[in-house]
């Protein structure tokens, strides 16, 4: 009788969309969160964490598109009457945070300045730069009835600090104020703002061209309206050379007005950033609608066909959609896993030793196992990074082992109260070391 096959071991396929790091690039993602932490912190940020999912309600109160990119949660084996999921994943950081606020209101000071940095779910087709789970970075500062303008000149400042601090790559952070393209399409008569707004976002998609023809196609503008649109879309500059550029092109309005001035005083409130970072950029629309002034885009500029890479605005009332009370705010959010990972594809991010493991206790043949372990906890007492070598194997076998992690230090433990010898990987050097020696 022949005997039964074990079926195939299952294969594991890998999820296209969700990231998964090698210890080595872990490492240096924690190091870069501990930086991103750390600027928060400086400028009087504090940190919360809210759950990774929220209610499907809660996530649809900003309107928009947003459904589409949902992952609701059920349970596989819910009975039809239970089908219809309640809770989904968040899809971003800016609508659990005013669900945070509206709940948490009457414990809060304010102006509110809080932190998140959390993973995301996002349901969209993958491709590079996009994906289905990544790590975003948030800051926002929310107030009651008004929030002050000088905090919009102060978040790009603190994220210039941190890409500046992660070493990125040349950098650009485009700013913008959705007053601009709203009072200037008022002033030119265009009935659906919002739609022409949400065209003027893909500029940096469809360019000048695809921009005019969209205008024309989708809202039936006049060519001559649709040219100014793109006319206004095509004005960047450095500094507060923009104010005439707009002027010129003969549009009025209040709004408009209020746009400019509030761009101005944002612009010029950065005027000590290095040239070449900030730039007023009236491409910048941010197609979410719940955005009403201020908005901001950055993009790596050794990749300009790359997503941007951090991005936000300012919004008057997001709070409100929980709470009877107005409380505007203005928040950046850093894609720390789109950055993380063109750096890395590229070759461009150094990554480090597989541990953080600072010595290596050896396990010399025919040792007491309990002398290694007595070891390995004192050097560990004194703040040593230690990892123990749990066998009786062969010297070169456990060098082998700390060079292959990276450790940087072996240390052989004596036997009945001789001194302990250090072997130095990077140089081969050993020598004697008492009880108080430390590493390098």
């Given at each position: 009788m022949?005997?039964?096959?074990?079926?195939?071991p299952?294969?594991?396929?890998?999820?296209?969309?969700?990231?998964?790091?090698?210890?080595?690039a872990r490492?240096v993602?924690?190091?870069?969160?501990?930086?991103?932490?750390?600027?928060?912190?400086?400028y009087?940020f504090?940190?919360?964490?809210t759950p990774?999912?929220e209610e499907?309600?809660?996530l649809?109160a900003?309107?928009?598109d947003?459904?589409?990119?949902?992952y609701?949660?059920?349970?596989?084996?819910?009975?039809?009457?239970?089908?219809e999921?309640r809770?989904?994943?968040h899809y971003?950081?800016?609508v659990?945070?005013?669900?945070?606020?509206?709940?948490h209101?009457?414990?809060?000071?304010?102006?509110?300045k809080?932190?998140?940095?959390?993973?995301?779910?996002r349901?969209?087709?993958p491709?590079?730069?996009?994906?289905?789970e990544?790590?975003q970075?948030?800051?926002?500062?929310?107030?009651?009835?008004?929030v002050s303008?000088s905090?919009?000149?102060e978040?790009p400042i603190i994220?210039?600090e941190?890409?500046?601090g992660l070493?990125?790559g040349?950098?650009?952070?485009?700013?913008?104020?959705r007053?601009?393209l709203?009072?200037f399409y008022?002033g030119l008569?265009?009935e659906?703002?919002?739609?022409?707004i949400?065209?003027?976002?893909k500029?940096?998609k469809?360019?000048a061209?695809?921009?005019?023809k969209?205008?024309?196609?989708q809202?039936q503008?006049?060519?001559?309206?649709?040219?100014?649109?793109?006319?206004?879309?095509?004005?960047?500059?450095?500094?507060?050379g923009f104010?005439?550029?707009v002027?010129?092109?003969?549009v009025?309005?209040e709004?408009?007005?209020?746009?400019?001035?509030e761009l101005?005083?944002?612009?010029?409130?950065m005027?000590?950033?290095p040239a070449?970072?900030?730039?007023?950029?009236?491409?910048?629309?941010r197609?979410?609608?719940?955005?009403t002034?201020?908005?901001?885009e950055?993009k790596?500029?050794d990749?300009?066909?790359?997503?941007s890479?951090?991005s936000?605005g300012?919004?008057e009332?997001l709070?409100?959609?929980?709470?009877?009370?107005?409380?505007?705010?203005v928040g950046?959010?850093?894609?720390?896993t789109?950055?993380?990972?063109?750096?890395?594809?590229?070759?461009?991010l150094?990554?480090?030793?597989?541990s953080t493991?600072?010595?290596?206790?050896a396990f010399?043949?025919?040792?007491?196992?309990?002398d290694?372990?007595?070891?390995a906890a004192?050097?560990r007492?004194r703040?040593?990074r230690?990892?123990?070598?749990?066998e009786?194997k062969?010297?070169p076998?456990?060098?082998q082992?700390?060079?292959?992690k990276?450790i940087?230090y072996?240390?052989?433990?004596?036997a009945?109260?001789?001194?302990?010898?250090?072997?130095t990987?990077?140089?081969?050097?050993?020598v004697?070391v008492?009880a108080?020696w430390l590493?390098?």
């Open positions: 022949s005997k039964p096959t074990s079926p195939a299952y294969k594991p396929e890998p999820i296209t969309g969700y990231t998964e790091w090698l210890p080595e490492l993602e924690q190091q870069w969160m501990d930086h991103i932490r750390k600027v928060f912190e400086s009087g504090c940190n919360i964490e990774a999912v499907i309600e809660v649809s900003k309107g928009g947003t459904e589409k990119e949902i609701a949660l059920r349970r596989l084996y819910d009975s039809p009457q239970d089908a999921p809770v989904a994943l971003d950081l800016t659990p945070m005013a669900r945070y606020v509206a709940q209101y009457n414990d809060l000071v304010f102006p509110f809080r932190y998140q940095m959390q993973k995301v779910w349901g969209e087709r491709q590079e730069g996009r994906f289905r990544f790590l970075c948030d800051i926002d500062v929310i107030d009651n009835e008004d303008k905090f919009d000149a978040l994220v210039y941190v890409l500046q070493g990125v040349p950098f650009s952070i485009n700013v913008n104020n007053k601009i709203q009072g008022q008569g265009i659906k703002i919002t739609e022409a949400r065209i003027a976002d500029f940096d469809i360019g061209d695809g921009v005019r969209s205008l024309v196609d809202l503008l006049p060519e001559d309206v649709a040219a100014k649109c793109v006319a206004l879309a095509q004005i960047r500059t450095s500094d507060l104010v005439e550029q002027r010129a092109l003969g009025q309005s709004l408009l007005d209020e746009g400019i001035e101005r005083f944002v612009i010029d409130h005027k000590d950033i070449g970072h900030i730039w007023a950029d009236l491409s910048i629309a197609g979410l609608d719940y955005y002034g201020t908005v901001y950055g790596l500029l990749y300009p066909g790359y997503p890479v951090c936000g300012r919004y009332n709070v409100g959609s929980y709470l009877r009370k107005k409380l505007p705010g950046m959010s850093i894609g720390l789109r950055i993380f990972a063109k750096l890395l594809k590229d070759g461009k150094p990554v480090g030793p597989k493991t600072q010595l290596l206790v010399p043949q025919g040792a007491n196992r309990d290694v372990r007595r070891t004192h050097f007492s703040g040593v230690v990892e123990a070598y749990h009786d062969k010297t076998k456990q060098l082992y700390a060079s292959r990276g940087p072996v240390l052989f433990p004596g009945d109260g001789a001194p302990h010898q250090v072997k990987l990077a140089t081969g050097e050993q004697e008492s108080d590493p390098g």
